[in-house]
């Protein structure tokens, strides 16, 4: 079982819908919990950075951290063609990063 | 520089051949990593430097890696007797001590 498993798509969407993706993991011991987004031929750029759980708020972003559950989800409301990109979530303890596969999404117009 | 550089952007190389992938961090950050990307697969970790000194090499996949770090800035990741398999982005990512990682374009590498 991988330390971090993310469902890598590919998730295909119509412009303005409500995208969920998801991460479990298996490590307790994690911290601190981040989404990358990551265009292509592009390196990943921070997108949400938490460390507790519940949810977090950035404009159309919205990172939800359940400890409890080993589960953390990145909510994006009313999407658009610029959000298609790749999707990694990271968690670390001190500097032991690790990633998801990345969920590969695409908004059409 | 405003944010972590790497060089070249793409490099094609044949079977056997040594290659050399740079990595310029965010000025004042202490800490540099390298990751490899395939496709389709995650971001797999293959080490890490605070300052010039890398506390965890766990992630190099053989003997052929390597890496060093000088003057707490400037990293080079070196691939000796280059393999297909060894074929993927090279990203490199900086820190401030353990803090969010930062992540550069990445070297794109074809072994022919």
């Known amino acids: 079982q991988k330390e971090v498993e993310q469902d890598p798509g590919p998730l295909s969407v119509p412009e303005g819908a409500i995208v969920s993706l998801n991460c479990t993991y298996s490590n307790s011991a994690f911290q601190y919990f981040m989404w990358y987004r990551q265009y292509s031929r592009k390196g990943p750029e921070l997108l949400m950075y938490t460390y507790s759980s519940g949810n977090k708020e950035d404009g159309r972003f919205t990172a939800q951290v359940d400890k409890s559950s080993k589960y953390i989800s990145l909510f994006i409301r009313d999407s658009q063609p610029s959000d298609s990109a790749t999707y990694l979530c990271?968690?670390?303890?001190?500097?032991?990063?690790?990633f998801g596969a990345g969920t590969r999404l695409t908004v059409k117009p | 520089g405003a944010g972590v550089s790497q060089s070249p952007s793409n490099k094609v190389t044949e079977k056997g051949k040594d290659v050399e992938l740079r990595c310029d961090p965010i000025s004042g950050h202490t800490a540099l990593y390298w990751y490899r990307q395939s496709l389709g697969q995650g971001l797999e970790f293959l080490i890490y430097?605070?300052?010039?000194?890398?506390?965890?090499k766990s992630g190099l996949p053989s003997d052929r890696f390597s890496a060093e770090r000088t003057g707490g800035s400037v990293s080079t990741l070196t691939i000796q007797r280059t393999q297909q398999e060894d074929s993927a982005v090279y990203l490199c990512?900086?820190?401030?001590?353990?803090?969010?990682?930062?992540f550069g374009p990445g070297t794109r590498l074809t072994v022919l």
């Open positions: 990512a900086s820190s401030f001590l353990t803090d969010t990682q930062y």
């Open positions: 990271a968690m670390r303890i001190n500097n032991d990063m690790r």
């Open positions: 430097f605070q300052g010039n000194s890398a506390p965890d």
